[in-house]
C-alpha cells in the first residue's frame, strides 16, 4: 500500500487509506504500507508501516504537491517501495492517487508485480486549487496531461465514486473491465455518542458545523459568506469551527463581513469531532469542485445530521432526503437552506436519521474491501496489464 502522504493523519486522503488497509487486514490480508516520515506514530496499527527516511526540511502536511515533495520525498518512497516489494514478496502494489501512482511504476520496472491505481481524484480539476507558482491555465493543463497518460499505465483502478471511474473511462483511455468505483466507508459506531457526552456550547444558539481544513479547495470562504447572508435574514445562530487550521486571511475576511463574533473555532483533534458534531443543528460542506466525496461528508451522515452542501461534492446526497443541495457558488441559497433547516427540526431530524440509516447499511469499509479484493483477483489471475490492452487515444 503506497501513502504520498503524512501517515496516519486526519484527511481524507490518509483516512481512505489506514481504513482501506485495517479492513484488509481483518480480511487476511498480509499489508505492508509504505509512506513518508511524516504522521502520528501513537496510534497503534495492525499492519506494518514502512517510512522514508527523516527529511527535517520538510513539514507539510496539508494536501497538496509541492516541488520538495516531488524532487526529494517521493524518490525516496520509490526506492523503499522497491526494497519492501523484494523483501516482503509482495503480490500487488496499491498506490493512492496520482503521486503514489507515480512512485509505483517507478518502484516496479522490471518486476512483475501488478500496480492498483486508487484514483481519489482527477488532477485537472484539482491541480488548480494549488500554489507551485503557476498560473490556473498552465495548472489545469499539466493536470489534463496527466489524467490521460498516467491512469491507464496501472493494471487496475479503483475509483472514488462511480463519476471518476467514468471518467476514466472515457477520457483516460482505460479499458472499462479494469475500472471500478470502490465508494468510501465511514466508522459509523465512532459517530454514536452518548447524551452525556453531546457537546453543548454555552451560548445556546442554534449552531452550523464545519469540519475540516482550510485549504483554497474547502470552499470556507463561500461559507462565510453564506453566513453573513444568513445573519442577514435575522438569524442568531452560529458557525462552529472544528478545525486545528490557523484562521489566517479568513479572519479578516470575518470581520469585514461582520461574522466574526458569531464563530466558534474548535481546535481538537478527531477524538473530539464526533461530539461536536453530535451538539450541531446542521452541517455544512461549502466546498464547490470535488470529483469524490469529501470524507466529511460520510462523517456528517453518520453523525445523523442534515447537510447543506454545493452540489459539486454532494453526489451521496439525495436532496430532500438526506440533505439539501444547493447551486456551486450560490451563497443566498446556501443560507436559505441553513435557516430552514435550523428553524424546521421536525425536517432537520429526519433528513438526518435518513442519512445515518444509508451509511450504515450502504456505506463500510468490510464492503470496500470486498471490492478491493476482485481488483486484486483480476491483476492476479490474468496477468495482463491494461496498458497492454489495445485502446484509443484519449480525447
Same mark, same amino acid.
Given at each position: 500500500?503506497?501513502?504520498?502522504?503524512?501517515?496516519?493523519?486526519?484527511?481524507?486522503?490518509?483516512?481512505?487509506?489506514?481504513?482501506?488497509?485495517?479492513?484488509?487486514?481483518?480480511?487476511?490480508?498480509?499489508?505492508?504500507?509504505?509512506?513518508?516520515?511524516?504522521?502520528?506514530?501513537?496510534?497503534?496499527?495492525?499492519?506494518?508501516?514502512?517510512?522514508?527516511?527523516?527529511?527535517?526540511?520538510?513539514?507539510?502536511?496539508?494536501?497538496?504537491?509541492?516541488?520538495?515533495?516531488?524532487?526529494?520525498?517521493?524518490?525516496?518512497?520509490?526506492?523503499?517501495?522497491?526494497?519492501?516489494?523484494?523483501?516482503?514478496?509482495?503480490?500487488?502494489?496499491?498506490?493512492?492517487?496520482?503521486?503514489?501512482?507515480?512512485?509505483?511504476?517507478?518502484?516496479?520496472?522490471?518486476?512483475?508485480?501488478?500496480?492498483?491505481?486508487?484514483?481519489?481524484?482527477?488532477?485537472?480539476?484539482?491541480?488548480?486549487?494549488?500554489?507551485?507558482?503557476?498560473?490556473?491555465?498552465?495548472?489545469?493543463?499539466?493536470?489534463?496531461?496527466?489524467?490521460?497518460?498516467?491512469?491507464?499505465?496501472?493494471?487496475?483502478?479503483?475509483?472514488?465514486?462511480?463519476?471518476?471511474?467514468?471518467?476514466?473511462?472515457?477520457?483516460?483511455?482505460?479499458?472499462?473491465?479494469?475500472?471500478?468505483?470502490?465508494?468510501?466507508?465511514?466508522? #459509523? =459506531?465512532?459517530?454514536? &455518542?452518548?447524551?452525556?457526552?453531546?457537546?453543548?456550547? /454555552?451560548? +445556546? $444558539? *442554534? !449552531?452550523?458545523? %464545519?469540519?475540516?481544513?482550510?485549504?483554497?479547495?474547502?470552499?470556507?470562504?463561500?461559507?462565510?459568506?453564506?453566513?453573513?447572508?444568513?445573519?442577514?435574514?435575522?438569524?442568531?445562530?452560529?458557525?462552529?469551527?472544528?478545525?486545528?487550521?490557523?484562521?489566517?486571511?479568513?479572519?479578516?475576511?470575518?470581520?469585514?463581513?461582520?461574522?466574526?463574533?458569531?464563530?466558534?473555532?474548535?481546535?481538537?483533534?478527531?477524538?473530539?469531532?464526533?461530539?461536536?458534531?453530535?451538539?450541531?443543528?446542521?452541517?455544512?460542506?461549502?466546498? #464547490? =469542485?470535488?470529483?469524490? &466525496?469529501?470524507?466529511?461528508?460520510?462523517?456528517?451522515? /453518520?453523525? +445523523? $445530521? *442534515? !447537510?447543506?452542501? %454545493?452540489?459539486?461534492?454532494?453526489?451521496?446526497?439525495?436532496?430532500?432526503?438526506?440533505?439539501?443541495?444547493?447551486?456551486?457558488?450560490?451563497?443566498?441559497?446556501?443560507?436559505?437552506?441553513?435557516?430552514?433547516?435550523?428553524?424546521?427540526?421536525?425536517?432537520?431530524?429526519?433528513?438526518?436519521?435518513?442519512?445515518?440509516?444509508?451509511?450504515?447499511?450502504?456505506?463500510?469499509?468490510?464492503?470496500?474491501?470486498?471490492?478491493?479484493?476482485?481488483?486484486?483477483?483480476?491483476?492476479?489471475?490474468?496477468?495482463?496489464?491494461?496498458?497492454?490492452?489495445?485502446?484509443?487515444?484519449?480525447?
Amino acid at each position: 500500500m503506497v501513502a504520498a502522504c503524512p501517515f496516519p493523519f486526519e484527511r481524507g486522503t490518509p483516512v481512505r487509506i489506514h481504513r482501506m488497509s485495517e479492513a484488509l487486514t481483518a480480511r487476511g490480508h498480509q499489508v505492508e504500507l509504505v509512506t513518508y516520515h511524516l504522521g502520528d506514530r501513537s496510534v497503534d496499527l495492525p499492519f506494518n508501516v514502512h517510512r522514508i527516511r527523516d527529511v527535517k526540511t520538510y513539514t507539510k502536511t496539508d494536501a497538496g504537491p509541492s516541488y520538495q515533495k516531488l524532487a526529494v520525498c517521493d524518490p525516496l518512497l520509490a526506492r523503499l517501495l522497491r526494497r519492501v516489494i523484494r523483501e516482503q514478496g509482495c503480490e500487488v502494489v496499491h498506490a493512492h492517487h496520482f503521486e503514489g501512482l507515480l512512485t509505483a511504476l517507478w518502484a516496479t520496472r522490471g518486476m512483475d508485480v501488478p500496480v492498483v491505481f486508487d484514483c481519489h481524484t482527477l488532477l485537472m480539476s484539482e491541480l488548480r486549487y494549488y500554489g507551485m507558482g503557476l498560473v490556473k491555465r498552465a495548472k489545469v493543463g499539466i493536470g489534463r496531461w496527466f489524467d490521460a497518460k498516467l491512469p491507464r499505465r496501472a493494471d487496475f483502478i479503483t475509483a472514488v465514486t462511480e463519476d471518476i471511474a467514468r471518467q476514466c473511462v472515457e477520457r483516460c483511455g482505460v479499458p472499462a473491465d479494469r475500472v471500478a468505483a470502490v465508494v468510501n466507508g465511514v466508522e #459509523i =459506531d465512532t459517530f454514536t &455518542i452518548a447524551d452525556q457526552d453531546v457537546y453543548r456550547p /454555552a451560548h +445556546g $444558539k *442554534p !449552531t452550523a458545523v %464545519f469540519t475540516g481544513n482550510f485549504a483554497a479547495y474547502q470552499g470556507v470562504e463561500h461559507l462565510f459568506e453564506a453566513f453573513a447572508k444568513l445573519k442577514a435574514l435575522g438569524s442568531d445562530a452560529r458557525l462552529m469551527l472544528v478545525t486545528r487550521s490557523p484562521m489566517g486571511e479568513l479572519e479578516a475576511l470575518a470581520k469585514r463581513l461582520d461574522i466574526l463574533d458569531r464563530i466558534d473555532l474548535e481546535a481538537v483533534d478527531f477524538a473530539g469531532v464526533p461530539a461536536r458534531l453530535a451538539g450541531a443543528q446542521v452541517a455544512v460542506n461549502p466546498r #464547490i =469542485d470535488c470529483d469524490g &466525496i469529501p470524507q466529511k461528508l460520510l462523517n456528517y451522515m /453518520a453523525a +445523523g $445530521k *442534515p !447537510t447543506v452542501s %454545493f452540489e459539486g461534492s454532494a453526489k451521496i446526497l439525495r436532496d430532500g432526503v438526506t440533505g439539501v443541495r444547493v447551486p456551486n457558488g450560490d451563497t443566498d441559497a446556501f443560507a436559505r437552506a441553513i435557516h430552514e433547516l435550523i428553524t424546521d427540526p421536525a425536517r432537520a431530524q429526519a433528513m438526518g436519521t435518513a442519512a445515518r440509516e444509508e451509511v450504515r447499511t450502504e456505506r463500510t469499509w468490510t464492503a470496500a474491501a470486498q471490492k478491493i479484493e476482485h481488483a486484486y483477483d483480476v491483476v492476479l489471475k490474468t496477468g495482463m496489464p491494461a496498458a497492454a490492452t489495445p485502446q484509443s487515444e484519449p480525447a
